[in-house]
């Protein structure tokens, strides 16, 4: 399975950037896409996961600014971010799995910068 993400660059605080992830290859089709993001010093943390069944996960952080969403028949999914803050700022990583996770891939990660 291979992860192509998309969208992230730099943006001042208050504005809106929207990644996305096209998934490829042996693609199961009951499975979890999701965003994690990791700023430097820090632990990778999640930011939003869907199911194909449309069941989404946010974390407290960037509920009501960060919107997730699916395409199953194209195995995309992409984050709607606004209101961008500086706290934001952090290399995204789009995640694919099912199996119950213990089908796991990875993308190579975009940067999101937010300036204040």
């Known amino acids: 399975v291979q992860l192509v993400e998309s969208g992230g660059g730099l943006v001042q605080a208050g504005g809106s950037l929207r990644l996305s992830c096209a998934a490829s290859?042996?693609?199961?089709?009951?499975?979890?896409m999701g965003w994690y993001r990791q700023a430097p010093g820090k632990q990778r943390e999640l930011v939003a996961t869907i199911t194909s069944g449309k069941i989404t996960i946010y974390a407290d952080s960037v509920k009501g600014r960060f919107t997730i969403s699916k395409d199953n028949a194209k195995n995309t999914v992409w984050l709607q971010m606004n209101s961008l803050k500086p706290d934001d700022t952090a290399v995204y990583y789009c995640?694919?799995?099912?199996?119950?996770?213990?089908?796991?891939?990875w993308g190579q990660g975009t940067q999101v910068t937010v300036s204040s």
């Open positions: 290859g042996s693609i199961f089709s009951i499975n979890t």
């Open positions: 995640n694919y799995h099912y199996g119950g996770g213990h089908y796991n891939y």
